[in-house]
């Protein structure tokens, strides 16, 4: 079975772009989430969404970061503008109803450099 | 916010050792989780604990749910090179349906040679 998918690994940009990351989550979770991971403050949540509505977007740093699910098996993070201090590794987990318990599998990350 | 407290951040062993790892936390959690990351990945589950007092194992592992749902523990038996890694605990606080997880900041495990 495929588990969670992220795109891209890896993404260097300059800061002001525009960047979009991408997940796909394990085909049946219902549940998705998007964390960030900085040397500085470790695993944080940033959003997470159940049957492709957000829940829980108080992790969400500031306006520039924005989140979509159009559908269950597709969603983005874009961050616009980017800065510097966006620069961390991403990460997108999913999860279901497995007889009343809920474990989160994790995407491979992707890693944002803004420079 | 919750903050999880994971102990000890380094361990340096030799292979073969037993490794102990604990977390404790101010708040009561429903689940506590145990991953581990290896370098340039996702974090990999290990063990879910969903009751208190619970004793889970995973092979060699076997982690605890604290009796007053504020800790668990994580054992390793028998340290081999591949355990080499970060482990994290996490904590839900939800008790029906799923919840953002909360992590510990991490034990690096290092196995001297």
């Known amino acids: 079975d495929a588990g969670v998918i992220q795109s891209p690994r890896h993404e260097v940009t300059e800061m002001g772009q525009e960047v979009t990351l991408r997940c796909k989550p394990i085909?049946?979770?219902?549940?998705l989430f998007w964390y960030r991971q900085t040397m500085m403050r470790g695993l944080e949540l940033l959003i997470y969404?159940?049957?492709?509505?957000?829940?829980?977007d108080s992790g969400m740093p500031e306006d520039r970061f924005s989140a979509k699910m159009p559908n269950a098996s597709f969603s983005t993070l874009k961050i616009q503008p980017s800065e510097p201090r966006d620069s961390a590794v991403y990460f997108c987990?999913?999860?279901?109803?497995?007889?009343?318990?809920?474990?989160?599998?994790f995407g491979p990350g992707t890693r944002l450099t803004v420079t | 916010g919750q903050q999880l407290n994971q102990s000890p951040q380094s361990m340096f062993i030799q292979e073969g050792e037993d490794v102990s790892m604990n977390c404790t936390s101010s708040?009561?959690?429903?689940?506590w989780l145990w991953y581990k990351q290896d370098p340039g990945e996702g974090p990999v589950l290990l063990i879910a604990?969903?009751?208190?007092?619970e004793l889970t194992s995973n092979g060699r592992l076997t982690a605890q749910f604290g009796i007053t749902r504020k800790d668990s523990f994580l054992n390793i038996s028998a340290s081999i090179p591949s355990d080499v890694g970060i482990y994290f605990c996490?904590?839900?606080?939800?008790?029906?349906?799923?919840?953002?997880?909360?992590f510990g900041k991490g034990t690096h495990l290092i196995i001297q040679p």
């Open positions: 987990a999913s999860t279901s109803d497995n007889r009343g318990t809920y474990e989160q599998y």
């Open positions: 085909s049946g979770h219902d549940y």
């Open positions: 969404f159940n049957n492709n509505v957000p829940i829980d």
């Open positions: 708040s009561i959690f429903n689940t």
């Open positions: 604990l969903y009751k208190a007092g």
């Open positions: 996490a904590g839900q606080l939800s008790g029906g349906g799923a919840d953002g997880l909360t």
